[in-house]
């Protein structure tokens, strides 16, 4: 499998707040990474670096052998190419909803893309997604998960190479979950998603990436292996000890931070 990205070295600061310190990350096409962490490891801003949005204040990001700059991104026609083949659902969806219909919003990118067919494509999508009898809908007025399924869909109807999600199940319930995560499965492109679930991340892709909460890559490899070392987990804060009560005695042990 050939490369799809890569990043060297890339480290990241906001003001003097480093959030990534030098993070080497190579992805190959085709792979379904899981990016674990626990709140303020700096997930967000990694996709941000691969989404193009922001920049390595060190290092460099590279998308099909390309470095990623800004001034590369000021090119209109890589701009539109980049901007097509790599896509961010972002952990907020109604940053992401501006249209007055829920057709108008898959139908907009589309247009900006300059695609043809754009009824059968948000047709398709919108089937794909569950969200046919939605389209006459306002997206400002739909439940969290529903929103996140229009902004997937109008992402996905551009036929992208590059799939970017952070924490795309925060808003699902147990069932939409499931729902995602066979959906996710059956996509045959490459997909990069964050979360801070380790009950969900066997789910989500075999290759985990850990951040640690100083901002560094603390394990990359297989998740079963990572799961089992307490230490690991530890330093990621990815379990913690607390107290319960049980027949009357308190007792701490080890606990996951959450499982769905
Ligand atoms: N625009 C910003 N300006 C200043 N600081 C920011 C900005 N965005 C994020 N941060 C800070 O950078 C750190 C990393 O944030 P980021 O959103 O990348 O983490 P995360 O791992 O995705 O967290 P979460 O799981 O809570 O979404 C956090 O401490 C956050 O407060």
């Not at 499998?1 to 990043?7: A, H, K, T």
């Not at 899981?34 to 967000?44: A, E, F, Q, R």
């Not at 190419?81 to 907009?108: C, G, H, W």
Request: with cysteine; net charge neutral.
């Amino acid at each position: 499998m050939s490369e799809i990205l890569s990043l060297k070295n890339v480290s990241f600061r906001y003001g003097n707040k480093t959030v990534l310190d030098n993070i080497s990350l190579s992805v190959k096409k085709g792979e379904k990474v899981v990016i674990l962490g626990i709140n303020g490891s700096g997930k967000s801003t990694l996709l941000k670096i691969i989404n193009g949005i922001l920049f390595p204040k060190k290092g460099e990001f590279f998308y099909k052998n390309e470095k990623i700059t800004e001034k590369k991104l000021k090119n209109r026609d890589f701009a539109k190419k980049f901007r097509k083949e790599v896509v961010l659902l972002f952990q907020n969806p109604d940053s992401m909803i501006f249209n007055p219909t829920v057709y108008d919003e898959i139908a907009f990118s589309l247009k900006q893309f300059g695609f043809e067919n754009i009824e059968e494509r948000v047709s398709f999508w919108s089937e794909k997604l569950g969200i046919s009898h939605l389209l006459n809908r306002s997206p400002f007025e739909l439940s969290g998960g529903e929103k996140q399924k229009v902004c997937l869909a109008s992402l996905l109807s551009l036929q992208p190479e590059l799939l970017l999600l952070d924490e795309p199940t925060a808003n699902l319930d147990p069932r939409s979950t499931g729902w995602l995560i066979d959906f996710l499965q059956d996509l045959d492109i490459t997909i990069i998603t964050t979360t801070h679930n380790l009950g969900l991340a066997p789910e989500l892709g075999e290759r985990t990436v850990v951040l640690s909460e100083n901002h560094e890559i603390i394990y990359d490899g297989n998740l079963t292996d990572f799961i089992k070392n307490k230490e690991l987990l530890e330093k990621a804060n990815l379990i913690h000890k607390h107290r319960h009560l049980h027949a009357h005695i308190y007792h701490s042990h080890f606990h996951f931070h959450d499982e769905y």
